[in-house]
């Protein structure tokens, strides 16, 4: 019987917005609502708001002076150094609507009302995770700052000494907002195929050359796709936001063929997160272990791409001589 991997694709879910993601959202605020003045909030989940003091209603009748991105938040900054920091999560979007919109049952968390439009907050699935926070003074909004290192802002020697200041695999390193700003599961897969390298590979035991390689390939990464999704985007508010893109290389794409070398791409499952890999650019042939699945197959789990294309190609013969 022919066993299934046992997690879900996560292109099949909204994948959570990221550096370039968020980047093209700072920009349509700017555009749309820099310079007005919020009249309210409508809350239709009072959840979302994750702060009592200040009072939500004492930004009413201020003016936004500037969207800023913190990591994967969106920063609303207000005169006399108020703020609204909001994290959409996984599923959290948001959306311009026409002047006091209903806030849809079920998805919507809160409107927020400006004189020409509202913007809605809304977040898809059953578990609500995104947030805002009412914050007054700046240092209470540095708190909400995990100080990871912005790439596109960096050089080679301060991203090698974050790099090298943990010992982590590759894909973690990325991915940790106290590392690096901004970078989640979907880019980091982009980055590690682009710099050929493996996401198990350990960031202490990596040559100079490597760390340099994927400095470049994060730079150019995450430079590409903001200026694609910036494009894409155009003068209207982005309505499909999602870290997950069908133009992508490796990540959402396993069991297609490779763009490089036409092998299948494989992955690794790790509760909700999935690393996506080519195994012939990036682990030279060997298929990383993931733990459910090989545990599950034990000595039946295929070492090697090579391995594994014969298993199947055993079972494409073993289906087409059957009855």
């Known amino acids: 019987m022919q066993r299934r991997a046992v997690c879900v694709p996560r292109h099949r879910i909204p994948a959570m917005p990221e550096l370039p993601d968020i980047t093209v959202y700072i920009a349509s605020l700017q555009r749309f609502a820099g310079g007005q003045t919020l009249e309210r909030i409508r809350f239709l989940s009072p959840f979302v708001l994750r702060t009592a003091v200040p009072a939500v209603d ?39 609507k026409k002047r006091g919109c209903a806030i849809p049952r079920g998805r919507g968390l809160a409107a927020l009302d400006f004189p020409n439009a509202s913007l809605l907050f809304a977040e898809s699935g059953t578990r609500k995770r995104a947030s805002m926070h009412v914050l007054k003074g700046a240092q209470r909004l540095d708190a909400f700052d995990p100080g990871g290192l912005e790439i596109l802002e960096s050089d080679l020697k301060q991203f090698s000494g974050r790099l090298l200041s943990e010992n982590h695999t590759l894909k973690r ?33 990596m040559t100079s050359e490597q760390i340099e390689i994927l400095f470049r390939a994060a730079s150019d990464t995450l430079e590409e796709w903001t200026a694609k999704l910036l494009a894409e985007a155009g003068d209207a508010f982005p309505e ?26 494989q992955r690794i499952c790790y509760a909700e997160t999935e690393t996506n890999y080519c195994p012939r650019c990036q682990t030279e042939g060997i ?8 545990t599950l197959l034990h000595a ?12 199947q190609r055993e079972r494409n013969r073993t289906d087409t001589a059957m009855p």
């Open 240 to 265: 499909n936001v999602t870290a997950f893109h069908p133009q992508m290389a490796v990540h959402g794409r396993f069991g297609k063929p490779c763009r490089a070398c036409g092998t299948s791409i």
């Open 58 to 96: 004492e930004l009413y009748g201020r003016k936004v002076m500037r969207f800023r991105r913190m990591g994967k938040r969106i920063v609303f900054e207000f005169p006399e150094d108020y703020f609204l920091v909001m994290h959409l999560m996984v599923q959290g979007r948001l959306f311009w």
């Open 173 to 205: 390193a990325l991915t940790d907002p106290w590392l690096f700003s901004g970078i989640g599961n979907a880019y980091s897969d982009e980055i590690l195929f682009a710099a050929k390298l493996s996401p198990v590979l350990q960031t202490r035991k």
């Open 287 to 294: 298929l990383l272990a993931d733990r459910r699945l090989s």
């Open 300 to 311: 039946d789990w295929p070492k090697t791409v090579d391995a594994l294309e014969t298993r």
